[in-house]
């Protein structure tokens, strides 16, 4: 069984109370520092948790095994959402609202948490990034919330690792189940300053 290493967690405490709880998950290979860099520009108000992926890959982490074909089997990203859905049960802390930030891998696991607890998330930021392919149960109560969950969703004209074919599958599967914000850049798979003020204009308004 997967599990957040919750020694690793990078934490940023938000302002008045930090009652919002903004959860960062990383791409493929990163760690937990990697996205905590954004935390100085990110809302003040938020409080900030930037988690270590589970398993090991490369010279950093993963959340599941990297394929660059599309799976629709979901065994694999189910389980590090299930140890992140866990993790966040742990906390002592009560939060007023989580929402969900993820770069590349990281943001493909941002909307698989949407997708196993739908009524458990504010907002998702979801950069550079992908869904899973195939269906699960739980879609439907996803498409079916009222108001439906707000996503930013960003991709980069030259990003090469998330490919067109990629994006054009996910966008409809996205804008069925949420609220979409779309932005693209022409940048490769990064984030530049455009996008981070996107980025906190969002968060802002959620």
Do not use: C, K, N
Not at 86 to 96: F, N, T, V
């Amino acid at each position: 069984m997967l599990q957040i290493d919750a020694d690793a967690v990078r934490w940023r405490e938000g302002t008045d109370g930090g009652h919002d709880l903004l959860v960062v998950m990383h791409g493929l290979g990163s760690h937990e520092g990697d996205l905590f860099g954004l935390a100085p520009h990110l809302p003040a108000a938020l409080t900030i948790a930037s988690l270590r992926a589970p398993l090991p890959y490369g010279g950093g982490f993963a959340w599941f095994d990297f394929s660059p074909i599309d799976s629709a089997d979901h065994a694999l990203i189910d389980e590090a959402a299930a140890a992140v859905l866990a993790w966040l049960d742990g906390l002592e802390r009560p939060w007023r609202r989580v929402h969900l930030l993820g770069f590349s891998q990281g943001g493909a696991m941002a909307v698989q948490l949407a997708r196993l607890a739908p009524e458990r998330f504010a907002s998702i930021a979801h950069l550079a990034s992908f869904v899973h392919a195939g269906e699960l149960e739980s879609d439907a109560a996803l498409a079916a919330r009222d108001p439906r969950i707000p996503l930013l969703t960003t991709i980069g004209t030259l990003d090469d690792v998330i490919g067109p074919d990629r994006v054009a599958r996910s966008a409809p599967w996205l804008d069925a189940h949420f609220d979409v914000e779309r932005h693209t850049y022409e940048r490769p798979h990064s984030i530049v300053a455009d996008e981070l003020a996107d980025v906190v204009a969002f968060l802002e308004r959620v």
